[in-house]
């Protein structure tokens, strides 16, 4: 280790005594064991996967000279040895995580080869979606059972795999919606995770792997009037950037975030879309009065009703003044999409409104003396000025001078933010 | 401790299911191929992959359809029963399609309307069957297509596939091109 060696000099030197040097060392020892912990989960799970994968794989060969007695023997062994190593880690190595999560993991995919050899011996039909469904019920108590939060997330892959495979991937479909309760089946073990171990790398990737998927599958609702997911999508990305900055993720890194990220991600490229006229033209020929109850009403009912309650908890406890553009940006939208969807005025609203974002994340670059929001502001603008360039009612004139206008602005904002950093400096 | 004791009971109650499902295929097939009746069905496959369950061949069978005089209440994509009997050949067509389970007979076969359309004032039923899949070596599953497609307008030894039919339930067992099972048809 090399801070022994710089420890054996400070000491010779006289710089601190020989028990500060010794609780250094402690204390860089006990922050070292967690790294190597982390190491051996990480490698148990990958192990657990890959061998799991490969014997579905081996498998899926379909062995002719294999006699059906012999195949029905070889679908329980990978069972029968995962189920043995998930009862041998809850009865000997309980507090062992790499043991629950590789067990759990590896008896996941024993599950998987088991009944996809018995489907293959009997010739059963079934298409994918209908395995997987029955392959992720069968795993979903492991979840809560194991504790494994591996099973969690390959349960999520699995079940966005499903949704799609179900609603995207064949037409036309039959309706089918269960990923929705298979989804609501899993929350209770990521909100306990939330609520116990706010900086586990397993609810970090949850962090991701959850809103990810459900913007996936969100459009899976989508029927009869298409456009008017794009409410619903405004609203669960205003949902996500509040929820992402609320209290409960404070503590979170940035990067472990998913929520927030994605919150701004998703509301930023939608807005850019919305600002072209051509996508409200869309809007205007669609006959929206036909619908009373579909699912796209329902689902806009849910997020902009998820939106508002964590609008309505920001609020309580904050200031107006530190109420974000992206906090709101869903409600702004639906009054535009509500009032002026028949007029030109708006695409221009949603022009003026990305404008607006644009100028404040600048203000509050400069406000907090940071350069990487400060640039990101000018980003915001540039793009709505790119995509303004593609607007071909707009005149050649015009946009060169705005192009010109934000290359300037990035040259001057840089420049004056950095000479006051000098001058603050001095 | 007692929360570890309810622990391993939950597991144990899970093992269980998860031996009972592949166990509960297994029987419940094993009863059908025992106790079943054996049909031929005219089939010609196709050669599709299943990312977990390897190579398959696709069925699609020739009696699958079956015309009714009015539309009366049939929708698609319900389950309905399809009786079976033999024509001159000895290959399976299709003698009633009914809402309801048959009391008279055990050879019947729980499927899906897949589809209905209408010519000449008739309605034709589109039947699908619940044996559309043959797993196949994942090497000899591409010849196999290649030997049916030889053997397609064979009128001598046209291929087929056996399937046992017991009290609504079926079991592919096999498929026979130019005479002899697909799965013997040596790769060149």
């Known amino acids: 280790m090399q801070i022994n060696k710089d420890l054996t000099e400070l000491v010779d030197v006289g710089i601190i005594s020989e028990s500060t040097a010794e609780n250094i060392r402690n204390y860089f020892l006990s922050k070292e064991k967690p790294q190597s912990n982390r190491l051996v989960i990480v490698f148990g799970i990958l192990g657990a996967i890959l061998v799991g994968l490969g014997i579905i794989l081996i498998l899926a060969h379909n062995w002719d000279n294999l006699s059906t007695f012999t195949k029905t023997i070889l679908a329980f062994i990978p069972l029968l040895i995962g189920q043995g190593l998930c009862a041998f880690t809850i009865i000997k190595k309980t507090d062992r995580i790499v043991w629950r999560e590789s067990s759990a993991v590896f008896l996941t995919f024993a599950v998987g080869a088991s009944i996809s050899l018995i489907s293959q011996i009997y010739n059963i039909s079934g298409d994918i979606s209908s395995f997987i469904m029955t392959w992720a019920l069968l795993c979903l108590p492991l979840v809560y059972l194991m504790k494994s939060s591996a099973t969690s997330l390959l349960f999520i892959v699995g079940i966005t795999y499903y949704a799609c495979e179900t609603n995207y991937f064949h037409y036309p479909h039959p309706e089918n919606y269960h990923y929705w309760w298979l989804m609501v089946l899993i929350l209770p073990f990521y909100i306990n995770k939330l609520r116990l171990k706010i900086n586990d790398n397993f609810v970090a990737f949850h962090n991701w792997l959850l809103p990810i998927s459900l913007i996936i599958v969100l459009g899976t609702l989508a029927n009869k009037a298409g456009n008017l997911m794009f409410i619903a999508y405004m609203s669960l990305f205003s949902a996500y950037y509040l929820l992402g900055s609320s209290d409960w993720f404070q503590s979170h890194k940035k990067i472990n975030n998913g929520f927030k990220q994605l919150g701004i991600a998703g509301s930023f490229y939608l807005l850019l879309m919305l600002s072209f006229d051509s996508l409200w033209k869309d809007f205007r020929d669609d006959h929206y009065f036909d619908i009373i109850i579909t699912f796209e009403i329902i689902s806009i009912f849910l997020t902009t009703a998820l939106a508002l309650f964590l609008l309505i908890r920001k609020l309580k406890k904050s200031a107006i003044n530190e109420v974000m553009p992206f906090d709101v940006s869903f409600l702004l939208f639906l009054l535009i999409f509500v009032f002026c969807i028949n007029s030109f005025l708006a695409a221009v609203l949603i022009n003026l409104m990305v404008l607006a974002i644009g100028i404040l994340t600048i203000k509050s670059g400069s406000k907090k003396d940071h350069l990487g929001i400060l640039n990101l502001g000018l980003l915001i603008i540039t793009a709505l000025i790119i995509c303004r360039f593609f607007d071909t009612n707009i005149s050649f004139v015009l946009r060169g001078i705005l192009f010109i206008l934000v290359g300037f602005g990035f040259f001057v904002t840089n420049y004056l933010m950095l000479k006051r950093r000098k001058t603050n400096e001095k | ?188």
């Open chain 2, 1 to 188: 401790m007692k929360n570890k004791y309810l622990i391993i009971s939950a597991l144990i109650i899970l093992f269980l299911i998860q031996i009972y499902v592949p166990v509960s295929l297994i029987t419940e097939r094993e009863s059908v191929l025992k106790n079943g009746k054996e049909y031929r069905f005219k089939t010609s496959p196709i050669d599709p992959v299943d990312p977990f369950r390897g190579n398959y061949l696709t069925l699609s069978f020739d009696a699958n359809e079956f015309i009714v005089k009015t539309k009366a209440d049939w929708t698609e994509d319900e389950t309905v029963y399809v009786s079976l009997k033999e024509d001159s050949m000895g290959f399976a067509t299709i003698a009633s399609v009914e809402k309801n389970k048959p009391q008279s007979a055990n050879d019947y076969i729980k499927a899906l309307l897949a589809n209905i359309y209408e010519n000449n004032g008739y309605f034709t039923l589109i039947i699908e069957y619940p044996f559309d899949r043959y797993y196949m070596d994942e090497f000899k599953a591409e010849y196999s297509t290649e030997v049916y497609s030889k053997h397609a307008n064979d009128s001598l030894y046209p291929a087929y596939a056996i399937v046992s039919v017991y009290n609504g339930e079926s079991v592919l067992k096999d498929i026979i091109v130019g005479d002899k099972p697909i799965k013997a048809w040596k790769n060149k």
